[in-house]
C-alpha cells in the first residue's frame, strides 16, 4: 500500500506531502490546483517519462518520493534486494527526481537504480489508469493472466499440469537436440575412444611398468660396470684368492678382534668395543656374502637390452598420446571405456526420448484445448459482467469480448493468446481497448474492468485521474459506487471534479494552492465530515457556505455512507 507522497518543485506543487490510507481516497480541488500533479508525480514515481518542462520554474528540479508497505515475502521485495536495496521497517522508499537540464534519476531502497527498475516494480504495485498513460491491462499478457486468475481454481488446476509438463517437454526436446544434433561429434568421439582403448589393452599394460622397465634397463646397460664394482668390493672385503699376501678388511676386523678378545675382561668398556666389533664383523661378512652373489648374477643380455628398450619405446609412445606414466594411460583407459559406454547408449537414449517427447507432445495438445475451453467461457462471462458495468457508467451502448485464440506453437501458459476488444457503439467494429475508445471513455472502461477483476488481479494500488470525465448526474453516483467497491479489495486514489464521485471517499484530501500560487505542505489538507461536507458545496454549487450546497452535500455523504455499508 502506497503510505505517503512527497512532491516538490513539480508544476504547481513547491513542497507538498500526501499522506494516503487504505480504501478509497480521493483528491479534489479547483481547476488549476495542482492536483492533476499528484497523478504526474505517481507517474515519475513508477518510471514514468521524465519531461523537464515539468519542473517548476525557478527550482533545480522536480523530486518524488513515496513510500510504500509491502508484505513480508514479495516479489518486489526480492527484485529490490536484488538490486542492492533494503527496507525500511517493512516499507520501500522509492524517489525519483528529475532537473531542470532534463536529467533523471531514481532509487529503490536506498540505493540508486535505473529508472527501468522502477517501472517494472510498478507493475506489481500499482495500476494508473489517466487520459495519456499506458495502462497496465493494454498489454495482451496482463489481460491474459488477469483473465486466468478471474477463472479461478478450475484454470489454476489444468495450468499447473501443463505447466510441469512444458518444462518436461522443454528439457526432453533440449537434450534430445543436443544429441541428435551433435551425431557426428559424438560418432567421431566414440571412434577415437574405441582406438584408444583397444591400442592400450593390446599393449597388455601392468601397473608401474615403465617405472620397473626404466631399473631394468639401467641395469643391463651398466652390467660390467656393476659386476666390476660388486667384485671389487668384495675383493676389499674378504681378500684377493689370487694374490699372495694383501690386506682384506674382514681379516683386518679379525685381527683387530682377536688383540681386545684376550683383555676384554679386564675393562668393561672395552668389552663393549669387542662386542660391536663382533657385529660389524658379522654385518662385514653378510655384505661380502651378498656382493659375490651379485657379481655372479649379473650378465651382460644385448637380447634383453633391446627388447627392454624397445617396449618402454612403446610405453614411452602411448604415454605422449593418453598419460605421463602407464599408471596414468591405464587410469585413461578406464575412463575412456566408461565414456564409451555412455556413447553407445546414445542411441538409446535417442529413442526413449522421442517416444516421451511424442507423449508430453500429446499431453500438452489435450490441457492446452482445455486451457482454451476455460478460456473461452470464462472470456464470455467476464465480457457480459463488464459490458453490465459500462451501462451503469454511461456507456449503455458499448460492448467488451474477449478475443482468445489458439495458435500453433506451446508457451509457457498454453496456445492462447488473448485480447480484450471494445466495441464503443452499435456498428463499430471490435478494436484493442486503446484504439476503441477516447481517454475519458477508457478510463471508464479500465475502471470497469478493474472492478470485475477485483480481487482477481493482484495489484494493492489503483489511480485514476478522469475517470468521470463525461459524465455527471447517476451515472457519476454508479462511478463512485464502484471505485468504492473496488476499494474493498485494493487501495484506490481518484483525482475528480464530481461530488458524487468524492462523497464515496473513505478519506479525502484537497489541495489548495497558496497565496503565492503555489501548492506547499499546508495546501493538501485531509478534511473531516464538516470539511467534506463544505468541500462537496463548493464542488456543487461553487459556494462551500451555501445552505443548499451543504444539505446536498450531506445528502451525497449519506448515500455513499449507505452504499459502502451494503
Known amino acids: 500500500m502506497l503510505e505517503e507522497v512527497r512532491i516538490k518543485g513539480l508544476g504547481v506543487i513547491d513542497d507538498a506531502m500526501l499522506e494516503l490510507s487504505p480504501g478509497l481516497t480521493v483528491v479534489t480541488g479547483e481547476t488549476g490546483a495542482g492536483k492533476t500533479m499528484v497523478v504526474t508525480g505517481l507517474g515519475l514515481l513508477f518510471g514514468g517519462r521524465a519531461d523537464p518542462q515539468r519542473v517548476r520554474p525557478g527550482a533545480e528540479r522536480a523530486l518524488v518520493e513515496g513510500r510504500i508497505t509491502l508484505p513480508e515475502e514479495s516479489r518486489v521485495t526480492e527484485r ?68 486466468d486468475r478471474y477463472a479461478g481454481e478450475a484454470l489454476t488446476r489444468t495450468l499447473n499440469s501443463y505447466a510441469a509438463a512444458y518444462r518436461r517437454h522443454r528439457e526432453v526436446s533440449e537434450e534430445l537436440e543436443e544429441l541428435t544434433s551433435r551425431a557426428r561429434d559424438r560418432e567421431q568421439e566414440a571412434d577415437m575412444l574405441r582406438f584408444g582403448v583397444e591400442e592400450i589393452a593390446d599393449a597388455e599394460i601392468t601397473p608401474g611398468e615403465d617405472a620397473e622397465l626404466l631399473a631394468e634397463e639401467n641395469r643391463l646397460a651398466h652390467a660390467d660396470s656393476l659386476r666390476v664394482a660388486a667384485t671389487t ?82 610405453l614411452a609412445q602411448l604415454s605422449r598420446k593418453y598419460g605421463e606414466s602407464s599408471d596414468d594411460v591405464l587410469a585413461w583407459a578406464e575412463d575412456a571405456a566408461k565414456r564409451l559406454a555412455e556413447l553407445e547408449g546414445d542411441d538409446e537414449r535417442i529413442d526413449e526420448l522421442r517416444d516421451e517427447e511424442e507423449e508430453l507432445r500429446s499431453k500438452l495438445l489435450e490441457l492446452a484445448d482445455e486451457l482454451t475451453r476455460i478460456r473461452t467461457e470464462t472470456a464470455e462471462t467476464f465480457s457480459a459482467a463488464v459490458t453490465e458495468e459500462l451501462t451503469a457508467l454511461a456507456m449503455p451502448h458499448a460492448q467488451v469480448s474477449v478475443r482468445v485464440t489458439a495458435g500453433d ?158
Open 80 to 147: 529490490v534486494s536484488e538490486a542492492g536495496g533494503e527496507l525500511d521497517e517493512g516499507a520501500l522508499i522509492l524517489t525519483r527526481s528529475v532537473s531542470a537540464e532534463g536529467r533523471s534519476r531514481a532509487s529503490a531502497g536506498g540505493r540508486s537504480a535505473p529508472v527501468s527498475l522502477l517501472a517494472s516494480l510498478a507493475d506489481d504495485l500499482v495500476a494508473t489508469h489517466g487520459q495519456s498513460d499506458q495502462h497496465r491491462l493494454l498489454r495482451t499478457e496482463r489481460q491474459r493472466a488477469a483473465l
Open 233 to 314: 668390493a668384495n675383493r676389499a672385503l674378504t681378500g684377493d684368492p689370487d694374490a699372495d699376501m694383501q690386506a682384506d678388511a674382514v681379516g683386518l676386523l679379525a685381527s683387530a678382534r682377536h688383540a681386545l678378545a684376550a683383555v676384554r675382561d679386564h675393562d668393561t668398556s672395552l668389552a663393549s668395543v669387542t662386542d660391536r666389533l663382533d657385529e660389524a664383523s658379522h654385518v662385514l661378512g653378510d655384505i661380502a656374502t651378498e656382493l659375490a652373489s651379485y657379481a655372479d648374477s649379473i650378465e651382460a643380455d644385448p637380447a634383453r637390452l633391446a627388447a627392454v628398450q624397445e617396449r618402454r619405446a612403446h
Open 409 to 566: 506453437d506451446f508457451g509457457p501458459h498454453g496456445r492462447d493468446e488473448v485480447e480484450i476488444l471494445l466495441v464503443a457503439h452499435p456498428g463499430a467494429p471490435p478494436l484493442p481497448l486503446h484504439k476503441g475508445a477516447s481517454g475519458g471513455e477508457l478510463s471508464r472502461v479500465m475502471l470497469a474492468i478493474e472492478v470485475v477483476f477485483a480481487g482477481a488481479d493482484p495489484v494493492p494500488t489503483f489511480v485514476f485521474d478522469e475517470v468521470d470525465a463525461g459524465v455527471g448526474g447517476k451515472a457519476a453516483v454508479e462511478v463512485g459506487r464502484r471505485l468504492a467497491r473496488l476499494a474493498r479489495a485494493a487501495q484506490v486514489v481518484v483525482v475528480t471534479h464530481l461530488p458524487q464521485v468524492a462523497a464515496f471517499a473513505d478519506a479525502h484530501l484537497v489541495v489548495e494552492k497558496s497565496g503565492a500560487g503555489t501548492v506547499t505542505e499546508s495546501g493538501v489538507t485531509r478534511l473531516d465530515r464538516a470539511g467534506r461536507t463544505r468541500e462537496l458545496s463548493r464542488m456543487l454549487a461553487g459556494l462551500e457556505d451555501s445552505e443548499l450546497g451543504q444539505a446536498h452535500a450531506e445528502e451525497l455523504l449519506t448515500i455513499a455512507d449507505t452504499a459502502r455499508a451494503s
